[in-house]
């Protein structure tokens, strides 16, 4: 019997940093003001969209930008600047080819 699908996947160990050291996050909060900024100045995109959800579409778009950070090889972690924290990440192992008799 295969037991394969009942173990667990490896795991490999990273060390996250904290978001406030991140360049993703400063270069995403740098061009979420220069994206939210200039739209709300636009007369004829608040004919479409209202103002109230421009600012929380960008806060979305922001958000799920930082999860998806989180989950990279290089995590980050809302932890003091200067600190690093262990995360179990689960190994990528290349699919194994078989050919056809």
């Known amino acids: 019997m295969n037991d394969d699908f009942a173990r667990p996947p490896p795991t490999v160990?990273?060390?996250?940093?904290?978001?406030?050291?991140?360049?993703?996050?400063?270069?995403?909060?740098?061009?979420?003001?220069?994206?939210?900024?200039?739209?709300l100045a636009d007369p004829g995109l608040l004919t479409y969209i209202p103002p109230q959800y421009l600012v929380l579409y960008a806060a979305a778009v922001k958000v799920l930008n930082i999860y998806l950070r989180t989950i990279t090889v290089r995590p980050v972690a809302i932890i003091p600047p200067g600190e690093t924290v262990a995360v179990e990440v689960a190994k990528i192992v290349p699919p194994t080819t078989t050919e056809a008799d």
């Open 13 to 39: 160990t990273y060390f996250a940093i904290s978001i406030l050291n991140s360049r993703t996050f400063r270069i995403n909060t740098f061009l979420l003001f220069a994206t939210v900024v200039p739209l």
